[in-house]
């Protein structure tokens, strides 16, 4: 006979950044009832050094902790180590992995996503989205002279930037680099750092990596991509060694317009006779390469290039899977569960928050959903507070964080802010841009509509972030300022305060 059901008023899943920022509001909103979290995996993720830097700007580290840290500072946060088997949302009721059932009243989803992988189950494709498969990335990267690189998010940039003493080859489908980040110019501003040897420093790691050595952590074989570890923070590459076998600091190379249409193994390589390329010199025309690699890329301009292995680092898909059988969950075009302003999914007592979900209330014009740290731990902790609010029969408003997009990182080791429509996405033709740049400094864009501010990328100490996030929030027409608006001999704070 199996064990009766463990019953809670809370039940959050996922250890991630929403997960664990749901589970702790809960626990206190609620400190006599008991909060269950569910995960994978037996590190949570934790935020430590928060800041709020402005209105809607935050920075904060994240450090993996074992889930027992986790209950020791929330006494009412029960963790339980096992994956999702299967939801049964007509009778409330989680299966898990372990043979366990549990029965909510309240359930909030936040398992994440996972990379997509542009070949699923090749070994030497390695996607990189949590610290295992970060640390499997700097093992195979210690043999390697030569690999691929492809994608254009924050983890692409990141990593491109991070690798020394290997070639490297970059394949992406925009213009240029960095396009979810920022524009072309933004992308020139960036690429002389991609070229010139990096300076020694000395960072200190911000982030504690607990394995789960003591727990029988079996060899893996590389390409097990299916095990879910939560996914990486802004300083992943820190403390991890990333080199090659060969002596130089950077050798990158960008194949633009272009995407992956086929992997080679060595063997079909020599079967097909294909040529490939070595790697591109400045003055040189292209010379086929006689080098045997272990795998071949063949892109869609036609090129083939041969290297020890390819990193997919192609963005992500909500981890809906585990959760969608025999539920009616309405599922956005990006795959994720849609949520409403309050962070309901379309099934009764069940909220999502982060990776997993997809935003589908009508937007602030300066708000889009993102996949990121930072609205991963707003949406993690509105959504306990929805969930509190809707336990005790009250109302709230949607939270202030969902105003106005702002996001706060570092590339190339430049501070990095993006406001609102930074890309003018959304806006049509119908806006302007205005740019100031000061080569190996900082580079500045502001996306203008009908004489108002509707986004802002600034890279560098511009120390205009606050400045911008007001005249986007109040939309003040600016008309008057023209391009004195970013005039560097105008101090524009002082108009604005």
Not at 101 to 119: H, N, Q, V, W
Not at 136 to 142: G, S
Not at 329 to 340: A, C, P, Q, R, Y
Request: include cysteine.
């Amino acid at each position: 006979m199996a064990a009766a059901a463990a019953r809670s008023q809370f039940v959050v899943v996922g250890g991630g950044i929403a997960g664990v920022t749901c589970a702790q509001k809960l626990a206190v909103e609620f400190p006599a009832e008991d909060i269950f979290l569910m995960t994978a995996s037996p590190v949570i993720k934790a935020i430590t050094n928060f800041k709020q830097v402005s209105k809607t700007l935050e920075e904060f580290d994240i450090e993996e902790q074992p889930s027992s840290l986790l209950e020791k500072q929330y006494p009412n946060i029960k963790v339980i180590q096992s994956e999702v088997k299967r939801l049964k949302s007509e009778e409330h009721k989680i299966f898990t992995e372990d043979g366990k059932e549990y029965i909510y009243e309240k359930l909030c989803l936040c398992a994440g996503a996972k990379p997509k992988l542009i070949f699923e189950g090749n070994p030497y494709v390695l996607g990189i989205r949590d610290t295992d498969s970060a640390e499997a990335f700097q093992k195979n990267l210690a043999q390697a002279e030569r690999i691929v690189v492809v994608g254009n998010g924050g983890i692409a940039l990141e990593l491109v930037y991070e690798i020394e003493g290997c070639e490297v080859i970059w394949a992406i489908k925009d213009k240029a680099i960095g396009n979810t980040f920022f524009d072309a110019g933004a992308a020139e501003f960036l690429i002389p750092k991609l070229t010139a040897e990096k300076q020694e420093t000395a960072m200190a790691c911000k982030r504690t990596k607990y394995t789960m050595e003591g727990r029988e952590k079996k060899e893996r074989p590389i390409a097990e991509s299916d095990k879910l570890g939560s996914a990486l923070g802004p300083d992943w590459h820190e403390g991890l060694h990333l080199k090659g076998t060969k002596e130089f600091s950077h050798k990158v190379h960008i194949e633009i317009l272009c995407e992956v249409k086929k992997i080679l193994l060595q063997q079909e390589f020599i079967q097909l006779q294909r040529t490939s390329l070595t790697f591109p010199k400045k003055e040189k025309n292209v010379e086929p390469d006689e080098v045997l690699w272990p795998i071949y890329v063949e892109l869609t301009n036609g090129k083939i290039y041969g290297c020890n292995f390819i990193v997919s680092a192609t963005g992500v898909v909500p981890n809906v899977k585990p959760f969608l059988d025999g539920n009616n969950f309405s599922l956005g075009e990006d795959g994720g569960l849609k949520v409403d302003k309050h962070m309901h999914t379309s099934i009764p007592d069940i909220y999502a928050a982060g990776d997993i979900c997809t935003a589908s209330w009508e937007p602030s014009p300066v708000w889009h959903q993102m996949r990121l740290w930072t609205q991963a731990r707003q949406m993690g902790w509105y959504a306990a507070k929805c969930m509190a609010a809707d336990t005790l029969g009250e109302s709230t408003d949607l939270d202030f964080s969902f105003e106005l997009f702002a996001h706060v990182t570092k590339f190339f080791n430049y501070k990095v802010v993006v406001l609102g429509k930074y890309n003018a996405q959304g806006l049509g033709l119908d806006h302007e841009l205005l740019l100031r740049c000061t080569k190996g400094q900082e580079y500045v864009k502001v996306v203008m509509q009908n004489g108002r501010m509707m986004g802002a990328v600034l890279i560098g100490e511009t120390d205009l972030e606050e400045t911008f996030e007001n005249l986007i929030l109040n939309q003040m027409d600016l008309s008057a300022y023209g391009e004195d608006l970013l005039n560097p001999n105008i101090d524009i704070e002082d108009y604005f305060d």
